[in-house]
């Protein structure tokens, strides 16, 4: 005669096999949303920045002040070659002293009138 727990862990087994499977449900959905707001942000920085160059072509006053903040923000020398900025990463104003200001991107040429990265095709 079988035993009366017999069916109780039959059952249980297969309730933990639920959850098991609930559980790797709940990861994949998880995986899923994170992965997609990864995309939907680098497509915010893609939408944002191909807004910004366009308004500094046009504007020489809005396109030295985004140079200036590149120059301060952008730290990696592959980066900084990419985005045109001159020369190593600046000295971070703390670094250099109270007053001080970063060196200026090239001496002979103002940031109002770099030329800008090539627009590779977003819009």
Same mark, same amino acid.
Do not use: C, W
């Given at each position: +005669?079988?035993? !009366?727990?017999?069916?109780? @862990? =039959? #059952?249980?087994?297969?309730?933990?096999?639920?959850?098991?499977?609930?559980?790797?449900?709940?990861r &994949?959905?998880?995986?899923? &949303?994170?992965?997609?707001?990864?995309?939907?942000?680098? #497509?915010?920085?893609?939408?944002?920045?191909?807004v910004?160059?366009d &308004?500094?072509?046009?504007?020489?006053?809005?396109?030295?002040?985004?140079?200036?903040? +590149?120059?301060?923000?952008?730290?990696?020398? #592959? =980066?900084? =070659?990419? &985005?045109?900025?001159?020369?190593?990463?600046?000295?971070?104003?703390?670094?250099?002293?109270p007053?001080?200001?970063? !060196? !200026?991107? #090239?001496?002979?040429? @103002?940031a109002?009138?770099? !030329?800008?990265?090539?627009?590779?095709?977003?819009?």
């Open positions: +005669m079988p035993s !009366p727990a017999t069916p109780e @862990s =039959d #059952r249980l087994k297969k309730l933990r096999q639920q959850q098991e499977e609930l559980a790797q449900k709940i &994949l959905e998880e995986s899923r &949303l994170k992965e997609q707001a990864r995309k939907d942000d680098t #497509r915010r920085k893609i939408i944002a920045g191909a910004a160059l &308004l500094a072509n046009n504007h020489p006053q809005f396109r030295a002040l985004l140079y200036e903040a +590149m120059n301060q923000a952008v730290t990696a020398e #592959r =980066d900084r =070659d990419l &985005l045109g900025l001159a020369g190593s990463s600046p000295v971070s104003p703390q670094a250099a002293g007053g001080a200001s970063p !060196p !200026p991107a #090239r001496a002979d040429q @103002s109002a009138e770099k !030329p800008l990265p090539e627009n590779s095709g977003s819009g």
